[in-house]
């Protein structure tokens, strides 16, 4: 097995993590457990390591406490590899990773709920189309957990947003400046008055934003919202799919998009980034009812913005897109 190199600052909580997550395969063999590859071959597969690579940072991780190793086949016995509660405290720290990467990396330090159709951001996420989410559970606003993805119909419609709040002065300093932030009481309202065209068609909608869950509940009880919410405030869901992220008032934040997902958890379609809510709102609709006829939707962010453009032009010179005059934000 290779050396390793001990951090003698014992009272720096910084070097003593590092220590053990200072290895860069580490962090990404996390967070490809946080996706829902467990298994020795998948992991070997999808990180492209050395299996002696890979089997000693894998015991390493183990002996950390990171991951746990449980056995799934007895003959001949294979063990998978699973985040233990002080592996998913890592969470947090693989989002913030990446919305650097995204920000400083790959973008051009810019604060922004959203991206530009031709960014890397933009062509990972689009890259979910055609993966599976993995089987996880968020809370919901009334205390309980449950699966973003629906089980009793044949699609799910999971829209993310920022954050949408039932008091104004809630909203976090500087809100309305940061660019694609605005509108989720409006995305929220829109799904809520097209709920039977969705019911209809087969899609189970499901909001999903990084707020707490007693947040979620006042917001939905005051715009009578009749699908859930459920929160992703230990970022499980965001680190499983590499969702994008900003962060402001101290609190990571997901962007703005929607995912149309099957019963067998396929993403069928992904509507990133978001230019127009209203248009996002119908594009997920036509890819619910394309993917229940067999075909493949277009629903794309492209099509949304121009969607988002044609409205524009429509409501006048200066008009914002995102919101008709009287939305909240």
Same mark, same amino acid.
């Given at each position: 097995?290779?050396?390793?190199?001990?951090?003698?600052?014992?009272?720096?909580?910084?070097?003593?993590?590092?220590?053990?997550?200072?290895?860069?395969?580490?962090?990404?063999?996390?967070?490809?457990?946080?996706?829902?590859?467990?298994?020795?071959?998948?992991?070997?597969?999808?990180?492209?390591?050395?299996?002696?690579?890979?089997?000693?940072?894998?015991?390493?991780?183990?002996?950390?406490?990171?991951?746990?190793?449980?056995?799934?086949?007895?003959?001949?016995?294979?063990?998978?590899?699973?985040?233990?509660?002080?592996?998913?405290?890592?969470?947090?720290?693989?989002?913030?990773?990446?919305?650097?990467?995204?920000?400083?990396?790959?973008?051009?330090?810019?604060?922004?709920?959203?991206?530009?159709? /031709?960014? !890397?951001?933009? =062509?990972?996420?689009?890259?979910?189309?055609?993966? @599976?989410?993995?089987?996880? %559970? &968020?809370? $919901?606003?009334?205390?309980?957990?449950?699966?973003?993805?629906?089980?009793?119909?044949?699609?799910?419609?999971?829209?993310?947003?920022?954050?949408?709040?039932?008091?104004?002065?809630?909203?976090?300093?500087?809100?309305?400046?940061?660019?694609?932030?605005?509108?989720?009481?409006?995305?929220?309202?829109?799904?809520?008055?097209?709920?039977?065209?969705?019911?209809?068609?087969?899609?189970?909608?499901?909001?999903?934003? /990084?707020? !707490?869950?007693? =947040?979620?509940?006042?917001?939905?009880?005051?715009? @009578?919202?009749?699908?859930? %919410? &459920?929160? $992703?405030?230990?970022?499980?869901?965001?680190?499983?799919?590499?969702?994008?992220?900003?962060?402001?008032?101290?609190?990571?934040?997901?962007?703005?998009?929607?995912?149309?997902?099957?019963?067998?958890?396929?993403?069928?379609?992904?509507?990133?980034?978001?230019?127009?809510?209203?248009?996002?709102?119908?594009?997920?609709?036509?890819?619910?009812?394309?993917?229940?006829?067999?075909?493949?939707?277009?629903?794309?962010?492209?099509?949304?913005?121009?969607?988002?453009?044609?409205?524009?032009?429509?409501?006048?010179?200066?008009?914002?897109? &995102?919101?008709?005059?009287?939305?909240?934000?």
């Amino acid at each position: 097995m290779a050396q390793r190199t001990h951090l003698g600052d014992a009272d720096c909580a910084i070097a003593q993590a590092l220590d053990v997550v200072g290895d860069w395969w580490t962090l990404l063999i996390v967070r490809d457990a946080a996706r829902g590859l467990h298994r020795f071959d998948e992991l070997q597969r999808e990180l492209g390591m050395s299996r002696k690579v890979l089997a000693e940072r894998l015991k390493l991780l183990v002996e950390a406490g990171v991951l746990s190793r449980e056995p799934y086949q007895e003959r001949p016995v294979r063990h998978e590899y699973r985040l233990t509660p002080r592996g998913r405290g890592l969470l947090p720290v693989l989002v913030a990773l990446q919305d650097w990467g995204d920000t400083w990396v790959l973008g051009e330090g810019e604060m922004t709920a959203t991206t530009d159709e /031709a960014s !890397r951001e933009a =062509e990972r996420v689009h890259a979910l189309r055609g993966t @599976r989410v993995p089987q996880l %559970l &968020l809370p $919901d606003r009334f205390g309980g957990l449950s699966d973003p993805v629906a089980a009793d119909t044949p699609f799910t419609v999971l829209y993310c947003f920022p954050g949408a709040y039932a008091r104004a002065d809630s909203y976090p300093p500087g809100w309305a400046g940061i660019p694609g932030a605005k509108g989720c009481t409006f995305e929220s309202c829109t799904y809520r008055d097209q709920l039977a065209e969705f019911t209809a068609a087969g899609a189970t909608v499901h909001g999903v934003s /990084a707020q !707490r869950p007693d =947040e979620q509940r006042e917001f939905a009880e005051q715009e @009578r919202l009749r699908f859930p %919410l &459920l929160s $992703d405030a230990d970022l499980a869901l965001t680190a499983a799919l590499r969702l994008p992220t900003f962060r402001t008032a101290g609190t990571s934040r997901i962007k703005r998009l929607t995912l149309v997902i099957d019963r067998d958890r396929t993403v069928r379609e992904v509507i990133y980034p978001i230019q127009d809510i209203e248009a996002s709102v119908q594009s997920a609709l036509a890819a619910v009812r394309t993917a229940a006829t067999g075909g493949t939707a277009q629903a794309t962010g492209g099509i949304a913005g121009a969607a988002g453009g044609i409205a524009g032009a429509a409501a006048g010179p200066g008009a914002d897109p &995102l919101r008709p005059p009287a939305a909240q934000s």
